[in-house]
């Protein structure tokens, strides 16, 4: 995800850009106000319905197009910068904790995170409980992050109990906590 939002990050539009997209809004807010006073005009029936709904719907699109400029020129470059950083550090640890998983458990040809800490610890036993926090924190973040962006989901059909920011519904928060609270213990 962090690379992902690395890949779609928000570009700072310079000042002619600005104006210009605040001119394009503009323009589209005065066509709508117009609109308005017309569908005030009409008489009452499923025609003015329909134009209701339409322009509702017109409405939205603006609102959202001037939050999302308000985002984009708002937008904190440095943030985006680290983001990326995490990423290609969580991917690195993805792919250590994978090659654990294949080397051994899967085939037991070799201990492969576990002899990385414990020649850490005879050089320095700081750097192996720094080196076992990061790799179990990061195993912790990672299922847990796994348990809200996926919910209970039955695969490519639809989610059980998704965890959306201000539409999530309080069963699902709780079964989504219970799911969180059996994979820590697992970590």
Same mark, same amino acid.
Request: net charge positive; charged share 25%.
């Given at each position: 995800?962090?690379l ?36 005030d005009?009409?008489?009452?029936g ?16 603006v ?12 937008? +904190? ?9 995490? %990423? =290609? /550090?969580?991917?690195? $640890?993805?792919? #250590?904790? *994978? ?6 458990d899967?085939t ?13 610890? +005879? ?9 076992? %926090? =990061? /790799?179990?924190?990061? $195993?912790?973040? #990672?299922? *847990? ?16 109990h ?5 539409k ?20």
């Amino acid at each position: 995800d962090l690379l992902n939002d690395f890949r779609v990050r928000v570009r700072r539009p310079n000042a002619e850009e600005r104006r210009e997209i605040e001119r394009e809004i503009q323009g589209r807010v005065d066509n709508l106000v117009t609109k308005a006073k017309q569908i005030d005009e009409m008489p009452e029936g499923r025609d003015k319905a329909k134009a209701k709904r339409v322009f509702e719907r017109a409405v939205y699109i603006v609102t959202k197009d001037y939050a999302q400029f308000k985002i984009d020129s708002e937008a +904190k470059v440095l943030w985006t910068y680290v983001k990326l950083i995490v %990423g =290609i /550090f969580s991917v690195c $640890l993805s792919i #250590a904790w *994978i090659l654990q998983i294949i080397l051994h458990d899967f085939t037991n040809v070799s201990p492969f995170i576990n002899t990385l800490l414990i020649d850490l610890d +005879k050089t320095f036993a700081l750097f192996a409980i720094i080196f076992y %926090g =990061i /790799f179990a924190y990061y $195993l912790l973040w #990672a299922a *847990i992050k796994g348990c809200v962006r996926f919910g209970l989901q039955i695969p490519f059909i639809f989610r059980i109990h998704p965890m959306e920011p201000g539409k999530t519904l309080m069963s699902s928060f709780l079964f989504n906590t219970d799911m969180v609270m059996l994979v820590a213990i697992v970590v």
